[in-house]
């Protein structure tokens, strides 16, 4: 396989940093960068694009669409936590057929990448929008939200059920190109989520992408009541990291070839290089855009930083890394190299 | 379009219940308009305040030899507030602005009444100042519930024609709410045009009075938001289009500044019936 060495010049202020490969694979898609927008944290990616250059990231996770529009839930809708927000904004959205002919037609003729979203409330609706999708142009992979916990019925939370999970994975493998690159979007908020990631992919998924928001509360000590509209909403930021970090391991351990997306809480280049590390192929970057727009691209050149720095010529040989066995070579060693891989 | 910078901290300074922070802004005070804001990171890279704090754009100076300075006022209402009102002369803070959509000038040389709840006076000098280079009669009215949070009175009484002061205690000026005078006080100018920032309350009551006095009005909302910039959909509240449909806006993007006629001020909070996307009565 050829990969295409990018470019991108002495980072500010640190010195030249070593051209290095930041390309990754996720099934048939190939990205040039590891870093994409979180699901809900990028809308559609037009208002980051005041801030950076949204071609030169991995590419755009857009905001869960479901098939009709969505007015999602009252105010509040948001938290402040330590170190991270809840949020039950309720899949507000356009609805399908609008996605497509606004977002969708304004991030390809601004030559994104774009990975779509999907949330249904039942397993027809996920179906149905694999099938709308199928015939549109500029879907680079889709990304099946099936654990958003702002919905009334946490029965619905579809990853909460490995059963469940499968059905909705299969009808999207069916109704979608046999080569689109598929991935499921799991929750925390179970007791085992590599048997959910199992499910998922023997119903077809192409990977998994981990974690969603994790469900908490906050109690307004004024009004002495639930400080949401919503009741619960999704604790995203830096305080979910560690959680996120553990479930790509998991998952990674069990499935030593599974294309992985990792999220949660990441801020920096050296947050990202822990999911690499970790196991994850591409990582996606969420709250700390609300912190910090222009972050995707800064986590970019950070990873490649941190990358360089540790003597890695490209990001594949850092992917999953930390898995090697205690007695295996440093990477001082580099001649060693071919012991260490599987 | 909106940039972000890194603004160097000039002067902080109280005034009543508040203090105003002057900050380096390069790129964002010279297109900045009466009405805009600018976000704050709080608490520096390793924060553990992830949301940034939103604040109304009160001055600004688009030359010196800053390049490009503004001011904004800020109530303490919790840590990252507080956080800011700590902040010294060379601190950095990092900022995003110009924010949203700003106040819609008049073009003609129509008598104007400006109001402001608190520190919600803020934005409304830039403003006053810019409606009487067009040759509009400026009135305006601030409240608080008490002295100490009314902002920027001597300032203002040197932009308005008149100058309106009512407090909840009696503490200065009248004592009650600034929409117990506003319909006299309109009626009293001719008022053709009202603009209004401060509480949810107050700009309801405002919006009605001028419907019912058949003026236009223009409010500027603060609702909780968590990235200022239109991604997150935290801040929206319900508003009726020109086709008479209602939709949840975002207040960052498609506000902060609403026509008062279209805000369904009594079903903020909530998702009225008819929204667009609004939730169907499930049948079970």
Redesign the interface.
Same mark, same amino acid.
């Given at each position: 396989m050829t990969r295409a060495l990018i470019s991108q010049g002495p980072l500010p202020g640190k010195g030249p940093v070593a051209y290095i490969d930041m390309s990754t694979q996720l099934g048939e898609l190939r990205l040039e960068s590891p870093v994409l927008t979180a699901s809900g944290c990028a809308a559609a990616g037009r208002e980051l694009d005041q801030f950076f250059d949204i071609t030169k990231i991995g590419g755009i996770v857009t905001k869960s669409v479901m098939m009709q529009p969505r007015s999602g839930r009252p105010t509040p809708r948001m938290a402040e936590t330590p170190s991270g927000m809840l949020n039950s904004i309720g899949l507000q959205g356009p609805g399908i057929d609008r996605f497509i002919e606004t977002d969708l037609e304004w991030l390809n003729q601004r030559g994104a990448t774009t990975i779509v979203s999907i949330a249904g409330s039942t397993v027809d609706e996920y179906g149905k929008l694999a099938s709308r999708l199928r015939p549109t142009p500029g879907v680079a992979a889709i990304e099946v939200n099936i654990s958003c916990p702002n919905v009334e019925n946490r029965g619905l939370v579809f990853a909460c059920d490995p059963s469940m999970a499968a059905n909705v994975i299969q009808l999207v493998r069916r109704n979608s190109d046999p080569r689109m690159p598929i991935f499921a979007k799991l929750s925390p908020d179970v007791t085992d989520i590599v048997s959910v990631a199992e499910s998922v992919v023997r119903a077809g998924a192409t990977g998994v992408s981990v974690i969603n928001t994790l469900l908490g509360m906050v109690i307004n000590p004024d009004t002495m009541r639930p400080h949401l509209a919503g009741i619960t909403g999704g604790l995203s930021g830096p305080a979910v990291r560690p959680v996120a970090v553990r479930c790509v391991w998991q998952i990674r351990q069990a499935f030593p070839d599974l294309p992985i997306i990792g999220m949660g809480g990441i801020r920096t280049g050296m947050d990202a290089l822990e999911f690499i590390l970790a196991g994850a192929s591409a990582v996606s970057v969420g709250t700390v855009i609300f912190h910090d727009p222009s972050s995707p691209m800064r986590i970019h050149e950070e990873l490649q930083r941190a990358l360089v720095e540790r003597g890695f010529s490209s990001l594949a040989d850092a992917i999953s890394y930390a898995h090697r066995t205690s007695d295996a070579p440093t990477l001082e060693d580099e001649d060693d190299f071919d012991f260490i891989t599987e | 379009? @909106? +940039?972000?910078v890194k603004g160097e901290v000039l002067d902080i300074r109280r005034i009543g219940a508040y203090h105003v922070l002057s900050l380096t802004a390069p790129g964002i005070a010279d297109i900045a308009r009466p009405g805009h804001f600018v976000t704050l &990171?709080i608490g520096g890279e390793e $924060? $553990?305040? +992830? #949301?940034?704090r939103a604040f109304a754009i009160h001055q600004v100076q688009s030359r010196g030899v800053y390049g490009g300075t503004l001011d904004v006022v800020i109530g303490i209402k919790g840590n &990252?507030t507080k956080w800011l009102s700590e902040r010294r002369r060379h601190d950095v803070v990092?900022i995003?602005g110009p924010l949203g959509r700003p106040f819609i000038l008049p073009k003609e040389r129509v008598n104007c009444v400006l109001i402001g709840g608190g520190y919600g006076s803020a934005p409304l000098f830039m403003l006053a100042e810019q409606l009487r280079e067009r040759g509009c009669r400026v009135d305006v009215v601030v409240g608080a519930s008490t002295e100490e949070k009314l902002f920027g009175v001597l300032e203002l009484k040197r932009l308005a024609s008149t100058l309106t002061i009512t407090t909840d205690d009696g503490s200065l000026g009248e004592r009650g709410y600034v929409t117990d005078i506003l319909p006299e006080l309109m009626k009293r100018v001719d008022a053709a045009v009202v603009y209004a920032c401060g509480p949810m309350p107050m700009l309801a009551s405002v919006a009605q009075i001028s419907t019912d006095l058949r003026a236009y009005s223009q409010c500027a909302v603060e609702? %909780?938001m %968590? /990235?200022g !910039? &239109? +991604? /997150?959909?935290? /801040?929206? #509240?319900p508003v009726e289009g020109e086709d008479g449909v209602t939709?949840?806006l975002r207040s960052c993007?498609e506000g902060p500044v609403f026509r008062g006629d279209r805000v369904l001020w009594s079903a903020? &909070? $909530? !998702?009225p019936p008819g929204?667009?996307? %609004? @939730?169907v009565e499930e049948a079970r």
């Open positions: - | 379009m @909106p +940039v972000q &990171g $924060s $553990s305040m +992830v #949301l940034r &990252g990092d995003v609702e %909780a %968590a /990235c !910039i &239109g +991604v /997150c959909m935290t /801040c929206v #509240l939709r949840m993007t903020v &909070g $909530s !998702i929204t667009v996307g %609004a @939730p």
